[in-house]
């Protein structure tokens, strides 16, 4: 009696193991082909400051995105870094340059942004308040944010898109000076890049939220370099080994240098996208990437051109940029990925 309930206990177990594992490679072989048939592209672009003029444009009913308007139409998703906090309440924090903008302006990037960084040295400039304030009308608009939340938990979560098949995790890190808007346990405020943390979140976004493609967009670097510094160098490595798919960074206001690590892109800075405060003519000219996903991974990206005019806003130009594909595996400048 008892060999007969073994013998059947250990058939129900083969049964069971057997349809498990038909069921998991079917479920791989769905996926995988998903991936390998359907691609997505994804555009980044750096600092957008929503006061001064670009507000000035919006008040009186003008689209300071007009001529960069065919950059976000030609991509899937489209990312960038607000630099500003967008709240109408607030105390001005004792720094250098303070932004804040109107919430009528979100209407304008929420037409052509899907997700925004906040982790930058502008995002707490009125203080926790306005920053949470911002959190609020952001989720209005349904624009996705990342890198900053109403606590240090929510701080550190990866913002999820999914569309064709992907399921994309964006996550957003500050490391430039004040460290106060620093979220914590129960305030509002932006991700700190500590390497540990940047590390474990990056795993997370895989194995907890079960992402395909984990992209860190980093607010690193020392403003007016034209090169990436041996600290930006040394954490998007840490990054990669850790399972970012790419980095992308902003904050020197200035477009940097990239490269390739185990066949991965670093966009070290993005420079400028749309800001009136600007010193020099190398903070008026700013990189829009286009990241195309194939598979499991980028194959191919693309820097375009963007020449700010003297309000700071944005338009395409028709120069040769920066361009790398995994095919050829070589950087070289290509055409912009969109007429001007
Ligand atoms: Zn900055």
Redesign the pocket.
């Known amino acids: 009696m008892q060999a007969r309930f073994k013998r059947a206990t250990f058939f129900c177990i083969a049964v069971a193991t057997l349809l498990a594992s038909l069921i998991s490679s079917a479920h791989a072989a769905t996926s995988n082909q998903i991936k390998s048939e359907k691609s997505l592209s994804l555009v980044f672009v750096g600092?957008i400051v929503l006061d001064g003029k670009a507000g000035e444009h919006i008040q009186r009913g003008a689209d300071p995105f007009k001529g960069v308007k065919r950059i976000f139409e030609s991509a899937d998703l489209r990312i960038a870094n607000l630099?500003c906090v967008v709240a109408l309440q607030g105390e001005v924090v004792d720094k250098n340059f303070n932004f804040r903008a109107h919430p009528r302006t979100l209407p304008y990037l929420a037409k052509y942004v899907d997700a925004v960084s906040i982790a930058?040295?502008?995002s707490g400039d009125f203080g926790p308040k306005a920053f949470s304030e911002m959190l609020t009308h952001l989720q209005q608009h349904q624009i996705g944010f990342f890198g900053g939340g109403n606590d240090l938990q929510q701080a550190h979560k990866p913002f999820i898109i999914e569309k064709n098949g992907y399921r994309i995790a964006l996550l957003g890190y500050n490391e430039?000076m004040p460290r106060s808007f620093e979220a914590t346990a129960k305030d509002a405020g932006v991700a700190w890049s500590e390497d540990e943390q940047v590390a474990a979140d990056i795993r997370d976004a895989r194995s907890v939220y079960s992402a395909d493609i984990v992209i860190p967009f980093m607010?690193w670097g020392w403003e007016n370099e034209l090169r990436s510094g041996p600290r930006q160098r040394a954490l998007a490595r840490k990054m990669i080994d850790a399972g970012a798919d790419a980095v992308i960074g902003?904050?020197p206001?200035v477009i940097q240098d990239t490269e390739e690590y185990k066949g991965k892109p670093i966009i070290y800075s993005l420079g400028n996208f749309m800001i009136d405060a600007m010193d020099n003519a190398n903070q008026a000219r700013g990189w829009a990437v286009r990241l195309e996903l194939k598979g499991t991974s980028v194959q191919r990206w693309q820097t375009q051109l963007i020449q700010l005019d003297e309000e700071g806003i944005p338009n395409s130009t028709d120069e040769l940029s920066a361009c790398w594909s995994k095919e050829k595996g070589l950087q070289t400048q290509c055409k912009p990925f969109v007429a001007k």
């Open positions: 600092d630099e930058n040295n502008h430039f607010h902003g904050h206001h």
